[in-house]
């Protein structure tokens, strides 16, 4: 392209991107952004309240996002919901209401197995992605409450802090994934600004708050509109559409992509609530930096692999027995936690059972990846090789290694993740078999 | 949560106590008004997709086009209380068109195509994304090939002989190098005895009195504003703002008023149903003879031509429609998209997304295999510039 042609080119796509944007504007994440900061808004407006006062008010405030986002019909089913599990679990002793809780559990898992798509959305795709995403959370936040309470011993809690905890708005959509009692522990004093000091501590406070909010939409809707366009392309023609070069920068992308969307939501949930009294968990930490796959999972969606550990890992003996047996059903759970979150977008009919296998071959990469780790740390028939490694290789030159293989092989393991239902789960295999000229 | 109150500060007592929450509370409630604000401005009001009122305008080169710069939220127009099935955000441009800002200059190296004809593919009620212009341009490898752009000319109401009157006065303008005609083969075939009747009136006030040709002058199609009422529903909800609150998106949004209201409105009329074979036949004739002029335009302006059978929703098989893209294949190439769509009603697993529901729009699927259609007729036809390349994109 010469250098006369780059200006109008570049001021088309300009005007695609306009659009696009201002169109995205009804976006789950759009809505999200623009009527979170307003609830924060009107929460902060809430700040003379006493304590229990301004959580109710956070509380109904959960309950107009629901009915904002999704209907005020989903908002009441989700609350009356919220409400029933917090009496079956404090309101009904011992074994029935463990049962009774575990009931309630089930059924909100196996709905979209059970029901029309459409039975709590209707027929709008954008509601559909709502509730999907945000019962994707709850659920894992009430099935936390549960456990905790019944096999844990943790403190009661009130009505009021179960539902603040578990239908909170800032994080409900998309996480951070936090427990009841990680919220209880992280809960600061609140707006309680009573001197003028603190006035201006509270004033710096929402306008970083305020910066960071903008951060995070600006990495959504770039990442968005500019990143991973290929992708249908690639999967449709099993990477035969792409030169080389192009496709082995393209796992890169896919990991960029993701890494700046979900980080952006992150970003938007802290700077929500913040304003509001309370410390939502950071839930990446540079993951890029990971020198092994089993520290990438102590990095990336770190709400959600805390999780996993607490509530899948630990449970099934955790290190202590069946250890590498534990980490592939802990993967293969979270695939399938992916799984469950697709077909509710989808249904059953369009997300057939061949389609899993994108987020089930994602998992048990990831799972086969940390046991192989486990035995390249841990065995003593290699001692001899790692012994070898460890006198030849320089540290720093070990250390950047094992950084750049991570990376590529996580990478790698996002072209399962992101496989379009629609297209068969061999294209992941010719799209590698390219990457090394085999195809 | 469990946690105690900050102990109180000694020496902060009474009024000054209370004025930092009081600043807070104010600066909350402040910066919720704005938000709300800016909320009515993206969002716009919600518009039922039915109000000619608030989405048509009169224009006076080519009739009537979509209201320009308006900015609204359709729904399907569900009686209150009821359950709204889809919305979906509209944006028009400048030009009236449903569409992204496209100046009539078009940019070195791009290849442009412009659809005419009637509402079922304008996308009005789906995401741009799976608007059938959309995915036409982006069907193209931009990185190998030449960058397309597909114009979205499609406007409620126009048949044949509207769409040769934009075209002759707006659409050459954008220098295309292809023209797609979508026809519908039932109400396009019907229009050209009984052309789309467009009633204008004050906005605030209703129509009245029989309804006016749309190719006649538009000082005639005026009503005057003192006429009787004859369809309240199409008057204003409620007063207009003014002073301050006249400046509010809110207010307006409130009010169900987008911001871009036409200060003269319109309403189309259906084109009468034709009645017998020989209406058919002479109807038919004249389509014909439309047709070709668009094509000759088209050719004259230096632009490929093709032409679709697109019919409306809710699909029934037309069995003029296969006689009607015989009868036009010897003006352009043309595909005939009822089968295309019948095999899909037929073959895909679960409900399809032909319609969107009570509609005679299309919904995402329709748009879908219309865009894969139209490309692989227009590769077919070798009507595609050369520097034009296909791609995979879904």
Request: proline share 8%; hydrophobic share 50%; with cysteine.
């Amino acid at each position: 392209m010469s250098f006369a042609e780059i200006g109008p080119k570049l001021a088309a796509e300009l005007a695609d991107f306009q659009l696009g944007s201002w169109e995205a504007r009804h976006s789950l994440f759009a809505h999200y952004a623009l009527y979170g900061a307003l609830l924060a808004a009107i929460g902060i407006a809430g700040a003379p309240l006493p304590r229990v006062g301004r959580e109710w008010l956070l509380v109904t405030l959960c309950g107009a996002s629901l009915a904002l986002l999704g209907s005020p019909w989903l908002a009441l089913l989700a609350v009356l919901y919220s409400v029933a599990l917090h009496a079956a679990v404090e309101r009904v002793p011992g074994t029935p209401g463990l049962v009774l809780s575990w009931v309630l559990l089930l059924a909100l898992a196996s709905y979209p197995a059970l029901l029309p798509e459409d039975t709590f959305t209707g027929n709008t795709s954008s509601m559909r992605e709502f509730w999907s995403f945000a019962t994707n959370v709850w659920w894992l936040r009430c099935i936390a409450y549960v456990v905790d309470r019944r096999s844990r011993g943790t403190p009661h809690r009130t009505l009021r802090e179960f539902l603040l905890a578990t239908l909170f708005f800032p994080t409900f959509v998309n996480g951070p994934v936090e427990t009841t009692e990680q919220v209880a522990a992280r809960a600061t004093r609140g707006p309680a600004v009573r001197t003028w000091d603190e006035l201006g501590a509270y004033g710096l406070l929402v306008l970083r708050s305020a910066g960071r909010f903008a951060w995070g939409v600006a990495k959504v809707l770039v990442a968005t509109f500019y990143l991973s366009q290929a992708n249908e392309t690639i999967f449709a023609t099993g990477g035969q559409a792409v030169s080389h070069p192009r496709l082995w920068l393209w796992p890169v992308e896919l990991y960029t992509t993701f890494y700046v969307v979900f980080s952006g939501w992150t970003d938007i949930a802290i700077a929500l609530a913040r304003p509001l009294g309370f410390e939502v968990q950071e839930n990446f930490d540079r993951p890029w930096r990971s020198r092994s796959v089993a520290e990438f999972w102590r990095r990336w969606h770190m709400s959600f692999g805390v999780w996993l550990r607490s509530y899948v890992y630990i449970p099934l003996g955790g290190n202590r027995r069946h250890g590498s047996l534990n980490v592939l059903i802990t993967f293969l759970a979270s695939g399938l936690w992916h799984v469950w979150g697709a077909l509710k977008v989808l249904g059953l009919q369009g997300y057939g059972p061949a389609a899993w296998l994108g987020f089930v071959v994602w998992g048990l990469m990831n799972g086969l990846a940390i046991v192989a780790g486990r035995w390249w740390n841990d065995a003593p028939s290699l001692e001899p090789l790692r012994a070898a490694l460890r006198e030849h290789v320089p540290p720093r030159l070990r250390h950047h290694a094992a950084q750049v293989l991570t990376f590529g092989f996580v990478a790698l393991a996002w072209v399962p993740f992101f496989l379009p239902p629609w297209i068969d789960v061999d294209a992941c295999w010719r799209i590698l078999l390219r990457m090394v000229f085999l195809g | 949560m469990q946690r105690s109150e900050p102990a109180t500060s000694a020496g902060i007592i009474g009024p000054r106590r209370a004025a930092p929450r009081r600043i807070v509370a104010a600066c909350g409630i402040a910066l919720a008004l704005l938000l709300v604000e800016v909320i009515a401005r993206i969002e716009g009001p919600r518009v039922c997709v039915g109000r000619d009122d608030v989405l048509l305008s009169p224009d006076d080169e080519v009739g009537w086009t979509f209201t320009p710069e308006l900015t609204v939220t359709v729904d399907p127009c569900a009686p209150p209380g009821t359950r709204r099935t889809w919305t979906a955000p509209v944006s028009i441009n400048a030009q009236g068109l449903h569409d992204q800002p496209w100046p009539y200059a078009k940019p070195r190296g791009e290849v442009r195509v412009l659809l005419l004809g009637d509402e079922v593919a304008d996308g009005v009620g789906i995401a741009r994304a799976d608007r059938l212009s959309v995915r036409l341009a982006h069907l193209t490898d931009r990185t190998r090939g030449a960058r397309v752009a597909a114009i979205n000319g499609l406007i409620p109401g126009y048949g044949p002989a509207e769409s040769l009157r934009f075209l002759e006065k707006r659409g050459i303008r954008y220098a295309p190098d292809v023209v797609v005609l979508l026809l519908d083969p039932e109400s396009d075939v019907a229009a050209t005895l009984d052309p789309p009747a467009a009633q204008q009136f004050a906005a605030d006030a209703p129509p009245a009195g029989p309804a006016l040709a749309a190719d006649a002058p538009p000082a005639a199609q005026e009503l005057a504003a003192d006429a009787p009422p004859a369809a309240q529903e199409l008057a204003a909800d409620v007063p207009p703002a003014s002073g301050l609150l006249a400046l509010s998106a809110s207010t307006r949004w409130l009010a169900g008023r987008p911001d871009a209201a036409p200060a003269r409105a319109i309403r189309l009329d259906e084109p009468r149903p034709i009645s017998d074979e020989a209406e058919r036949a002479r109807a038919q004739a004249r389509l014909v003879e439309l047709v070709q002029q668009i094509a000759d335009t088209s050719r004259a302006a230096g632009a490929g031509f093709a032409i679709a059978i697109a019919p409306r929703c809710p699909l029934a098989p037309a069995p003029s429609a296969a006689s009607l893209c015989g009868a036009l294949e010897g003006i352009a190439p043309c595909i005939d998209l009822g089968p295309v769509f019948t095999d899909l009603a037929a073959t895909k697993p679960g409900p399809s997304e032909l319609c969107l529901p009570g509609q005679p729009r299309w919904g995402r699927d329709a748009h879908f295999m219309a865009s894969h259609r139209i490309w692989d007729t227009l590769g077919a036809s070798q009507l595609w510039p050369p520097q034009v390349v296909r791609g995979h994109r879904l």
